[in-house]
Nanobody, 120 residues
Framework: QVQLVESGGGLVQPGGSLRLSCAAS????????MGWYRQAPGKERELVAA???????NYADSVKGRFTISRDNAKNTVYLQMNSLKPEDTAVYYC??????????????WGQGTQVTVSS
């Protein structure tokens, strides 16, 4: 009923920047919280950043001051601007959206994941 399409990952040198996007489409009434998670090889998936419907944000300590999460409600899209990237940021990044469907059912959706590799 809802499709999520992530984009923006890739290979970047340390100190570089990337911008991730996650666009949702389908039978959407509204979207509550939106977030970005990441999972590095051999590690558990962790929250990177989240934003509420009201615009409040929270970040993992490891990315504070370097990453910025934002949302465009008209486009049902969440973004993650990543600056000053470090090798330890290398991971598969997943968006997560809490979607209220047209039928007033609340469902949590995950994106397909996009690889971010920070290496010289």
């Amino acid at each position: 009923q809802v499709q999520l399409v992530e984009s923006g990952g890739g290979l970047v040198q340390p100190g570089g920047s990337l911008r991730l996007s996650c666009a949702a489409s389908g039978s959407i009434f509204s979207i509550n919280a939106m977030g970005w998670y990441r999972q590095a090889p051999g590690k558990e998936r962790e929250l990177v950043a989240a934003i509420t419907s009201g615009g409040s944000t929270n970040y993992a300590d490891s990315v504070k001051g370097r990453f910025t999460i934002s949302r465009d409600n008209a486009k049902n899209t969440v973004y993650l601007q990543m600056n000053s990237l470090k090798p330890e940021d290398t991971a598969v990044y997943y968006c997560n959206l809490e979607v209220l469907l047209v039928g007033k059912v609340l469902i949590n959706y995950w994106g397909q994941g996009t690889q971010v590799t920070v290496s010289s």
